[in-house]
């Protein structure tokens, strides 16, 4: 079964920076997109960033300049490093992937959520 774990969220300063990150684990043939959404109380989840698996990333606009998506193929690990945060980043952050099984079959995976909150 595929599990995708999430870490790094917690509370900082208007300014500061934080680091996420999300390992993929289970039996599975290969991870195309991995993608970071978040979602703000009251508000739908949007898509921050995501990133293919030969690297090539995408932003929201809001982020652009101060986020970076990075990932590490060899360990299934996908990055957001958050620079310059704002108290309009707060919000839960959710790590997504698709993953192709070993039977050829391609689905949606998410993790659990982490939260992040900026403080003014």
């Known amino acids: 079964q595929v599990q995708l774990v999430e870490s790094g969220g917690g509370l900082v300063q208007a300014g500061g920076s934080l680091r996420l990150s999300c390992a993929a684990s289970?039996?599975?043939?290969?991870?195309?997109?991995m993608a970071w959404y978040r979602q703000a109380p009251g508000k739908q989840r949007e898509l921050v960033a995501g990133?293919?698996?030969?690297?090539?990333?995408n932003y929201v606009d809001s982020v652009k300049g101060r986020f970076t998506i990075s990932r590490d193929n060899a360990k299934n690990t996908v990055y957001l490093q958050m620079n310059n945060l704002k108290p309009e980043d707060t919000g839960v952050y959710y790590c997504?992937?698709?993953?192709?099984?070993?039977?050829?079959?391609?689905?949606?995976?998410w993790g659990q959520g982490t939260q992040v909150t900026v403080s003014s």
């Open positions: 997504n992937a698709d993953i192709r099984t070993t039977r050829g079959d391609e689905y949606d995976y």
């Open positions: 289970g039996r599975f043939y290969r991870i195309n997109v």
């Open positions: 990133i293919t698996s030969g690297g090539n990333t």
